[in-house]
């Protein structure tokens, strides 16, 4: 089964392989070639419809064929197994019962001629040994699982029978059988080790003979339901794709490029759909657009991320236009997570992220940028007319939001007790909100990275001040200082 598979797997990549170097081809000849040789690549590029049902049938076949294999494969395992078990285990766990029964008569008849010193058990004792070896050589036969076992068994047996001789032949026999009962242990304690070990490789074939069951149950039933949704869709996707007129995929493809998603369609230049070729086009430069600006989001508050954030920065610094560069932090997040938990700091920031983007989209304009850095950090960018209002409208909202997440006995209090980063026991104030905003009048901010370190120099700055606060960069009004000169801020508290 498992070479069955990978080769199943090798030739799907081998094909996907060769459709990647042909629509290659054929895009080079879209570019450089005629009409006609266009027409030619992008035709064999774009299957038909009777192609796209012959792969239907053909995936179809193909899982059919696998199911088969995998299923004759496992009925082969299964007959193994169970050929195993009748002929080999059953085998050796009855014989091994049957040569403790055998040399236990002739334990018997060896204890029957000490004490009657009769002559007549001899042969009988020898015919029970005799019939002991035949049985050592049948296991033997059976399996190599058992050849040391096997081995050391004929080994103790001989001895056995040794002893006998040698005790048989003194002139005084009584008192000398107790070195014969330690052998017959030794004997029966390894016959018995070789009917565990059957009975043990037994309850392990059937074990396997489950898994195997199982598993093949469970491969049929997923290759059957794939074969059904593979089924359904394709006989969906033909049918609408065969259904459909030419004026309704031209007014799916147009939605499509006005970013409307719900309508996607295969064209070719070669069937009823041709006539859509330059809209799809333009629908693809769309997905582009939308994918580039969406590509760094993250996950829990579906803000751009930092990628984004740093394209967009790099791009108002490029434009030279008068731009706020507005930076959130949190104060004291660290201490309220510590307090009520790692979920209810998510759904700060969440709450947070919201109030930034329903104040940015209610009082500025589509030009303004809102972006989540990571954490409890953020970013929103706007003009220089309009960010006192925003940060103003963004601090009353978070200070009027941000009490409804502490517990009334620390609401009262007016603060939290946790520990700081050294694990010293403090008391940390209900959470505030700072805002460092860097302004690039005049186009004076010509590096990206100038605009983290004013940030941060200023982010610095506010945390060391108690409450919700704005502080502002204003050394572009300062006549132009050293990039590396002191921060000028001028703050604005929340009313």
Not at 300 to 311: D, H, V
Request: proline share 2%; aromatic share 10%; with cysteine.
């Amino acid at each position: 089964m498992g070479w069955f598979v990978k080769s199943v797997i090798a030739f799907t990549k081998k094909s996907i392989t060769i459709m990647v170097r042909y629509r290659m081809k054929g895009l080079e000849g879209l570019q450089f070639g005629s009409d006609s040789s266009k027409k030619f690549n992008y035709a064999m590029f774009r299957p038909s419809i009777i192609t796209k049902i012959t792969l239907g049938y053909f995936s179809l076949a193909l899982l059919i064929i696998i199911i088969s294999v995998s299923t004759f494969s496992s009925l082969k395992r299964l007959d193994e197994m169970h050929a195993s078990i009748i002929q080999i285990d059953d085998q050796v766990i009855e014989m091994t019962e049957k040569m403790i029964d055998t040399l236990l008569q002739q334990e018997l008849y060896a204890r029957r001629y000490f004490i009657l010193n009769s002559s007549e058990m001899l042969p009988v004792f020898w015919q029970k040994g005799r019939e002991f070896d035949r049985m050592v050589e049948e296991i033997r036969a059976f399996s190599t699982d058992y050849t040391i076992s096997v081995e050391s068994i004929a080994s103790v047996h001989k001895e056995f029978n040794a002893l006998f001789l040698e005790i048989s032949s003194l002139p005084q026999m009584q008192g000398h059988d107790e070195r014969m009962d330690r052998k017959l242990d030794t004997l029966i304690s390894l016959i018995k080790d070789v009917y565990t070990g059957a009975r043990n490789s037994q309850h392990q074939k059937i074990h396997m003979t489950k898994q195997i069951v199982t598993r093949e149950f469970l491969l049929a039933g997923i290759l059957c339901g794939v074969g059904i949704i593979l089924s359904i869709s394709g006989s969906l996707m033909i049918s609408r794709n065969i259904s459909r007129s030419v004026n309704r995929l031209k007014h799916a493809t147009e939605k499509i490029s006005e970013g409307k998603f719900n309508y996607i369609s295969d064209v070719t230049k070669e069937d009823a759909l041709g006539g859509l070729s330059d809209a799809f086009a333009e629908m693809t430069k769309r997905l582009k657009q939308l994918e580039e600006k969406h590509i760094d989001t993250n996950p829990l508050t579906r803000l751009p991320g930092g990628s984004a954030i740093e394209k967009e920065i790099r791009l108002r610094i490029a434009s030279g236009s008068p731009t706020a560069f507005c930076f959130v932090d949190l104060d004291d997040f660290k201490a309220f997570n510590d307090r009520y938990s790692y979920a209810a700091g998510s759904e700060v920031i969440k709450s947070t992220a919201h109030i930034i983007q329903e104040t940015v989209s209610g009082s500025g304009t589509h030009e303004d940028f809102v972006g989540h850095i990571g954490g409890d950090d953020f970013v929103f960018i706007t003009s220089l007319d309009r960010y006192g209002q925003l940060c103003d409208a963004v601090i009353k909202q978070f200070d009027k939001m941000i009490r409804g997440f502490y517990g009334p006995e620390d609401l009262d209090r007016g603060y939290i007790i946790s520990r700081n980063r050294q694990g010293q026991e403090m008391q940390f104030p209900v959470m505030s909100v700072s805002i460092a905003v860097v302004t690039n009048r005049d186009g004076a901010i010509r590096e990206y990275f100038r605009v983290g370190e004013i940030a941060a120099d200023l982010k610095e700055y506010a945390k060391s001040l108690r409450g919700s606060i704005c502080v502002v960069d204003r050394r572009q009004e300062k006549g132009g200082v050293s990039p590396h000169g002191d921060v000028i801020p001028f703050i604005r508290k929340s009313g």
